[in-house]
């Protein structure tokens, strides 16, 4: 079991998309548009080691962050990611930090603490279970989910989600 997750985590690395030192651009700037699917198939354990599945949040917006703490980029966006789930909390919009490490919860709680991130769940998946449900490997890369599940667009590489038009997109996809 270590060595498949080992090997799914280097698969991973190696896939990751951004520098760490390039200018994340406004998501709704790098978004594209994907033809609406669901990816319910999509493995998830929160920090209780329970399983977590995306149907929990039918009704919402999902702002789905596919990330690991040892992920440069990663690490820069998550505070950003944290700020938006405050921002948006109340208009149906939710963010979901999907983290790859092979530390598990522990190296997630260890970022969430070094960076004062309170707000967020804790959330691990399996890079195999990524790969076979989305066809995606990079880190970062942020799935955006209609209120009925169906992954609807995609943005590669860390994003800033604070900007006006970000904003604005998705509080209307959270009203449709």
């Known amino acids: 079991m270590k060595r498949a997750v080992a090997s799914a985590l280097a698969a991973l690395l190696l896939a990751v998309a951004v520098r760490a030192d390039a200018v994340s651009?406004?998501?709704?700037?790098?978004m594209v548009m994907a033809a609406a699917r669901?990816?319910?198939?999509?493995?998830?354990?929160?920090?209780?080691d329970r399983s977590v599945s995306l149907s929990a949040y039918r009704?919402?917006?999902?702002v789905l962050n596919l990330w690991a703490p040892w992920c440069l980029p990663c690490r820069k966006e998550m505070p950003e990611l944290a700020a938006l789930q405050k921002q948006l909390r109340t208009?149906?919009?939710?963010?979901?930090?999907?983290?790859?490490?092979?530390?598990?919860?522990?190296g997630v709680r260890q970022f969430y603490a070094e960076t004062g991130i309170s707000n967020l769940p804790v959330l691990v998946g399996d890079g195999e279970n990524l790969k076979e449900v989305t066809g995606l490997s990079g880190l970062p890369t942020t799935l955006i989910l209609n209120g009925r599940g169906e992954h609807v667009a995609t943005v590669a590489g860390a994003a800033q989600w604070s900007d006006e038009k970000t904003l604005a997109w998705l509080k209307n996809?959270?009203?449709?």
């Open 173 to 176: 996809l959270s009203s449709r």
């Open 38 to 48: 669901t990816i319910d198939g999509l493995a998830m354990r929160d920090g209780e």
């Open 91 to 106: 208009d149906g919009v939710v963010v979901v930090p999907l983290a790859f490490d092979w530390k598990g919860k522990i």
């Open 25 to 30: 651009l406004p998501a709704a700037d790098v």
């Open 59 to 62: 009704g919402r917006v999902v």
